[in-house]
């Protein structure tokens, strides 16, 4: 089992940027895809970024193709996800998961194991 613990949220103006963080402890997170999600108030939680096991392979949601960066550093057993040129719209509690399977996944239910989540907020 792994436990995940996100850091990095916070108020910033639109344009401004942001550095999300997403801690493992329990097991090694070489051992899992990564995935960041994000769920704002009364809508469904929805795909941002994920990354493979090595990190070798990256695939992003259309929304923030081109503004954000999903990376990671498994001797750290942290995950990163950087956020540029931010909107208002994305505005929401940004969740990291961990996914046993190989295959890899866009969909929330395919993945093991959540962290509880931090707010990030984008005034205009």
């Known amino acids: 089992q792994v436990q995940l613990v996100e850091s990095g949220g916070g108020t910033v103006q639109a344009g401004g940027s942001l550095r999300l963080s997403c801690a493992a402890s329990?097991?090694?997170?070489?051992?899992?895809?990564m995935g960041w999600f994000r769920q704002a108030p009364g809508k469904e939680r929805e795909f941002v970024a994920r990354?493979?096991?090595?990190?070798?392979?990256?695939y992003y949601a259309d929304s923030v193709k081109g503004r954000f960066t999903i990376s990671r550093d498994n001797a750290k057993n942290t995950v990163y996800l950087q956020m540029g040129n931010l909107k208002p719209e994305d505005t929401a509690v940004y969740h990291c998961a961990a996914d046993r399977s190989i295959v890899g996944s866009n969909g929330p239910s395919d993945y093991d194991y959540w962290g509880q989540g931090t707010q990030v907020t984008v005034s205009s």
């Open positions: 329990g097991r090694t997170l070489s051992s899992y895809g």
């Open positions: 990354i493979s096991r090595s990190g070798i392979s990256t």
